[in-house]
């Protein structure tokens, strides 16, 4: 099946998502769609699914024009689309998610289960991909969920696979075994439309690649056109991809988290008796795949977590038991994942947002006071400092870009004289640009003495940044590794195979798709 | 910025570890074996050696005649709290395990429970099971037509409080419609219309103008208490022959059935909304959890935005829904005045809507487990008649609150784990 779609506008208000695109995509092909978050890659495939509703343009598919009310149409018309965030229902069984909106049924109305699952057994063994269609989807692991998603599409008969950021959520093998799916897919006639910011996982799997920028097509490229240059045309300017970094000449520590454990609000343990030092003027990272205990360890170490047990020290005080105000007064900056909803307050001004810890001491506040014109007065500093892209301190916080956003709360935990700074996923959702800037900060700021710990599901945002490497899985740390561990390494251990056995596996394993990009780089 | 907190809670649940229910507490497996000792030492050990409870087994309407039972007191209540005790055996075997106590379990502990207390308090006396049976059902008759509302409402997403008000709208409508054309069957048919008239507004207001769910229910509660209140004081009161004297439908024994010792009288001379009732039940359960309907609707209720994906019309479905409810509502509202007392009288739902809710949490969102909990509840309330007859040792002020006692309790989540619909009470827009 050929899909083509022709000049697409869509609108929302005065924001133009997609201005014109013009997309074509060959019978069995994997076709990249590169661009950064918000770029409009996602408004392009709902349009294309049917979500949305194109404000100009139109979708042809083999040679004729089509029209889609809803997602029904889309399937209908052979198109199969893995959002990035699963489209699965979570107390059904595999073969019920399967067969949603497309029952198998005996005697008329009555559920044919058997049918379902002998489909999803068909699948599943087809491709290799080892899935019980009676287990419940909210028991199963992520990548297999995603596996699920697949074989949905495929139960339906899709001839174009759209692969919305699939691997945002995989480990590295993950990714590896994803990629083999996604070529076996292509060897059987599926088309593929690959979605994704990543620009490794590009090169290493696109027969073609469009690249968006700012709702717009900027050009298309193929496979063996460089990483910076892939950048560039994403971003619109030269970026630097690599961080400037000079060796790193850690002092004292300054942190130093003993047997912490952390039980969740369902009694279950997530993070499970993680030691960890971070000394002063270092970048310690940790990686892992998302939902291994990261969140709730650095939630632990700024104070809002609750049922813990250990020792967390910050220059030998224990601070475990403190509430998060008073660890801030002892000088720790924490970036939380998620912004809009635990670094911002999406209704207040930028101003207010700058000053969201300090607003209740001088300069901003005395007694019951606060002092709007001081505060505005040091926005205006900081968003300055910060290159903060706002149309004014006065603007609300919610009305700034992700990335600008990412500035205002790096701003306001940076604004002041830290002893340690913790950032968890600082660029998640951020502009290849702003990440370039946030990366230099962080790198200023240990270089200022500050211990730094960093949170981050992005293998290359670790090894750009870190001077060692803390992996965890299932809430322990797997090893403490040195910054300049080779990726195929890390992945085996985001994957909980220990320090030992994951070097001795990589080098019998050889590179991966992935990792052969690095020894190219090398060369 | 409703979307982000809804797409935060995959993202921070994603942990790759094992099943993400919650393990079952020792909160239920405890209260029952306290309770359980409580029955043992009270009821058993504490009553008459020599007394006995009579429990008549036959009515006049069978052909077989069973002789009544007659139970030695004290043996009985003690081996009715050994039975409790074995049940919160069976509950703590089960959280041992860590798997959820299956909801027969508290159902059949409360109802053993109550039935020591039966026995005990009935020392000396004796009492008609058969009509002590089909007194509990017909008290359990509009609370089952509301929770089955309340399961389908809220299995496609849609919070219904307004169950209270469907059931009075019911009461009345049939009522009035039948004392005005004389016919039991108009009335019968006129409820239902009258619940799927309070749904459309509920439906209008929650799905196509978004407004909290909650509000708009309770709001409609208020206006059909005004309205009925309103029309009652100055219509049917005023002209009670023509307006509000429907009669009440006559019992249809079904031949056979009704010769099933004890249980057959009660179930099987019954008016045709109970008959309808049992209907409702079945038909609701299969269709939920064995068709293509039941799986979308769930669907709709669990994950909108997936259903949707697979070309689902979320909100259609949940119109459809709470139409639907609207009238299941309605015919439980037809059992107030057709079905028992042939006349409507002010409010006479009394809060019938809000026990029916309860019945539904009780029994998990499924129409079966409604059905059982709606019995126990009329099976509380029954006792406390029953009791009160036979001028028990317990003051009747504090039989009286039984019923919601077992509601607060089944509602506390004593039954172990309850979950809701995960899209339940939250209304679905595009992006």
New interface residues.
């Given amino acids: 099946m050929k899909l083509e779609l022709r000049g697409i506008t869509k609108r929302f208000g005065s924001f133009t998502a997609n201005d014109s695109i013009d997309l074509v995509v060959e019978p069995g092909e994997i076709h990249s769609l590169l661009g950064e978050n918000g770029a409009g890659k996602s408004t392009l495939m709902n349009v294309l699914?049917g979500?949305?509703q194109p404000d100009e343009g139109q979708v042809v598919i083999d040679g004729e024009r089509v029209h889609f009310d809803?997602?029904?149409?889309a399937?209908?018309a052979g198109i199969g689309?893995v959002?990035q965030?699963?489209?699965?229902?979570?107390?059904?069984t595999v073969a019920?998610?399967v067969?949603?909106?497309?029952?198998y049924?005996k005697g008329g109305?009555?559920?044919d289960h058997a049918a379902a699952r002998q489909q999803v057994r068909r699948l599943s063994e087809r491709f290799g991909f080892d899935v019980d269609p009676d287990a419940?989807v909210?028991?199963i692991?992520?990548g297999v969920q995603q596996r699920v998603e697949i074989i949905?599409a495929l139960a339906r008969d899709a001839k174009v696979l759209i692969l919305d950021e699939p691997t945002a959520?995989l480990t590295p093998q993950e990714t590896d075994e994803l990629i083999a799916i996604m070529r076996e897919l292509k060897q059987s006639g599926t088309s593929i439309v690959f979605i994704t910011h990543k620009l490794r996982e590009v090169r290493a799997v696109a027969d073609r690649i469009t690249v968006i920028r700012r709702g717009k097509v900027v050009g298309t490229a193929d496979p063996g056109t460089s990483e910076a240059e892939l950048a560039s045309m994403m971003v619109g300017r030269t970026v630097q991809l690599t961080v400037d970094k000079q060796p790193f000449a850690p002092k004292g520590e300054v942190l130093q988290v003993e047997d912490l454990s952390v039980r969740d609000d369902?009694?279950?343990t997530?993070v499970d008796g993680v030691s960890l030092d971070v000394r002063g003027g270092e970048i310690v990272a940790i990686a892992g795949?998302?939902?291994?205990?990261q969140?709730e360890l650095v939630e632990a170490i700024v104070g809002l977590g609750e049922d813990i047990s250990g020792s967390i020290r910050l220059q030998g005080k224990q601070i475990l038991g403190l509430n998060a105000k008073e660890i801030i007064d002892l000088g720790v900056g924490y970036v939380p994942e998620?912004r809009?909803?635990d670094g911002l307050i999406?209704s207040f001004t930028v101003a207010e947002n700058l000053v969201l810890s300090q607003h209740d001491r001088a300069p901003f506040g005395s007694g019951l006071l606060y002092h709007p014109a001081k505060v505005k007065a040091r926005a205006n500093e900081l968003v300055g400092e910060f290159d903060v892209r706002t149309q004014g301190v006065e603007a609300t916080a919610?009305s700034l870009s992700g990335g600008n956003q990412q500035k205002v709360v790096v701003a306001r935990e940076m604004s002041r004289p830290l002893k340690l700074f913790v950032a968890s996923q600082p660029t998640r959702g951020v502009d290849v640009g702003s990440i370039e800037f946030l990366h230099n900060r962080i790198v200023a700021e240990r270089d200022h003495g500050s211990a730094v710990l960093l949170v981050s599901t992005e293998l290359d945002e670790v090894l750009a940044l870190a001077d060692r490497i803390a992996v965890m899985y299932?809430g322990r740390v797997v090893g403490v590794v040195d910054g300049d561990t080779p990726r195929d390494v890390l992945g085996l251990m985001m994957a909980g195979v220990p320090e030992q056995d994951a070097r001795r596996q990589a080098a019998e394993q050889g590179p991966t798709a992935l990792t052969v990009q690095d020894e190219e780089a090398r060369q | 910025m409703s979307t982000a907190t809804r797409e935060r809670l995959p993202e921070s649940s994603t942990i790759q570890q094992g099943p993400l229910r919650k393990p079952p507490t020792w909160k239920s497996p405890i209260i029952m074996g306290v309770l359980g000792v409580v029955a043992l030492l009270a009821f058993g050990l504490a009553s008459n050696a020599g007394d006995t409870s009579t429990f008549g087994m036959s009515t006049g309407a069978q052909r077989l005649q069973i002789p009544a039972l007659v139970l030695p007191t004290r043996p009985a209540a003690i081996v009715l709290s050994v039975l409790c005790l074995v049940l919160a055996a069976v509950a703590a075997a089960a959280v041992r395990v860590k798997r959820p106590v299956p909801l027969a379990v508290p159902i059949g502990f409360a109802a053993l429970w109550l039935l020591a207390f039966l026995v005990w308090s009935m020392a000396g006396e004796q009492v008609p099971l058969p009509g002590l049976l089909g007194g509990t059902l017909l008290l359990s008759v509009p609370l089952v037509f509301g929770a089955l509302s309340g399961v389908l409402c809220e299995r496609s997403g849609v919070i219904n409080i307004a169950i209270e008000g469907q059931l009075l709208a019911g009461a009345f409508a049939s009522a009035l419609m039948a004392s005005v054309t004389d016919s039991l069957w108009i009335g019968l048919v006129m409820a239902p219309v009258a619940g799927l008239l309070v749904a459309v507004l509920l439906a209008m207001f929650t799905i196509k103008y978004v407004v909290d769910q909650i509000i708009v229910g309770v709001v409609l509660n208020v206006l059909v208490v005004g309205l009925t209140g309103f029309l009652y004081g100055r219509v049917l009161v005023q002209n009670a022959d023509v307006f509000n004297q429907p009669g009440t439908f006559s019992r249809i024994p079904i031949p056979g059935l009704i010769e099933i010792p004890v249980l057959g009288p009660a179930l099987f001379n019954q008016t045709i909304i109970v008959y309808l009732m049992y209907v409702a039940v079945i038909v609701t359960q299969v269709a939920l959890f064995r068709t293509k309907w039941g799986l979308r609707v769930r669907a709709v209720g669990e994950h909108p935005k997936a259903a949707d994906t697979v070309g689902i019309k979320v909100n259609r479905i949940r119109v459809q829904n709470v139409l639907l409810g609207g009238v299941v509502a309605g015919f439980g509202g037809a059992f107030f005045t057709l079905g028992s007392v042939g006349a409507f009288g002010r409010e006479m739902t009394a809060g019938q809507g809000f026990i029916a809710l309860a019945a539904m949490i009780f029994g998990r969102w499924s129409p079966v487990g409604a059905l059982f909990a709606a019995l126990l509840f009329g099976f509380a309330n029954q006792l406390q008649g029953t009791l009160g007859a036979l001028g028990s040792p317990i003051p009747s002020e504090f039989m009286l609150m039984a019923p919601y006692l077992a509601t607060i309790f089944a509602v506390a989540g004593v039954v172990g784990r309850v979950r809701a619909p995960a899209a339940d009470g939250q209304p679905y827009t595009k992006a």
Avoid: I
Wanted: hydrophobic share 40%; aromatic share 10%.
């Fill in positions: 699914y979500l949305l809803g997602p029904g149409d399937v209908a689309m959002h965030h699963f489209m699965l229902v979570p107390v059904f019920e998610n067969m949603l909106g497309y029952e049924t109305q009555f559920l419940l909210e028991d692991p992520v949905k959520v369902l009694g279950r997530v795949v998302q939902g291994n205990g969140t998620d809009s909803h999406e919610g299932r």
